[in-house]
């Protein structure tokens, strides 16, 4: 089975700071996502990528940067943490067969922007 | 939004008992997923289900899709208190963008 691994797990920051997530995936899958996940909005995608060094917009993208350096990694980026970006952030990962066959979803990072 | 005006809903039943789980949809769509998010865990896949099948069976799971109407459903045959999770539907758009539903807070309790 496809590894999603997002680190860190927990992160504390002040409103302003800057912050970085990070997913890898071992399965050489086309397309990785971020999401983030609050009560009573689901899962809302931020970006997504088809592969290194391409980004796609998602849903929500406002305060947000991502980047694709490697087929494995997926990076998400915020530079002025607000505490309105207080959330958790899922990775995922899936492999493009006739659409998406399955996704592949990390753990989980908690942010807390104080 | 990809989805319809939908909030997230709460159903509770007990042990044993039937439940179907709604989704409408917006966009256009040749593949909706359902998952299965535990308490503390990421969402998993449950079932897939294409345009060109009205019906998918998976162990106790059934999902509908009706493309006319942009519609699925997952039904779940007697639940156990370990289905107690939240549900969601997924549709992927245009450019394998996949969005996912508001989501179903099911529990079963014994």
């Known amino acids: 089975e496809a590894a999603v691994t997002q680190s860190p797990r927990n992160k504390v920051t002040v409103t302003g700071g800057n912050v970085t997530l990070s997913c890898r995936q071992t399965?050489?899958?086309?397309?990785m996502y971020w999401y983030r996940q609050d009560t009573g909005h689901g899962l809302r995608l931020i970006h997504y990528s088809y592969g290194a060094g391409n980004l796609q917009i998602g849903d929500v993208p406002d305060g947000y940067k991502a980047t694709r350096t490697t087929q494995e990694d997926f990076f998400l980026l915020l530079e002025l943490a607000s505490p309105s970006q207080t959330s958790l952030y899922f990775c995922?990962?899936?492999?493009?067969?006739?659409?998406?066959?399955?996704?592949?979803f990390g753990k989980g990072t908690r942010l807390t922007v104080v | 939004s990809q989805w319809g005006e939908e909030n997230l809903q709460a159903l509770s039943i007990q042990e044993g008992e039937d439940v179907t789980m709604n989704c409408s949809y917006k966009t256009y769509t040749t593949v909706v997923q359902w998952y299965r998010q535990k308490s503390g865990k990421g969402p998993a896949q449950l079932i897939l289900i294409r345009s060109n099948e009205r019906e998918k069976r998976s162990g106790r799971l059934r999902a509908t899709l009706d493309t006319s109407s942009q519609s699925s459903s997952l039904s779940i045959t007697g639940t156990l208190a370990t289905d107690t999770a939240v549900y969601f539907c997924?549709?992927?758009?245009?450019?394998?963008?996949?969005?996912f539903g508001q989501g179903t807070i099911l529990k079963v309790y014994l």
């Open positions: 399965n050489s899958h086309n397309y």
């Open positions: 995922a990962s899936s492999e493009l067969r006739q659409g998406l066959t399955e996704v592949f």
């Open positions: 997924a549709a992927t758009s245009s450019g394998q963008k996949l969005v």
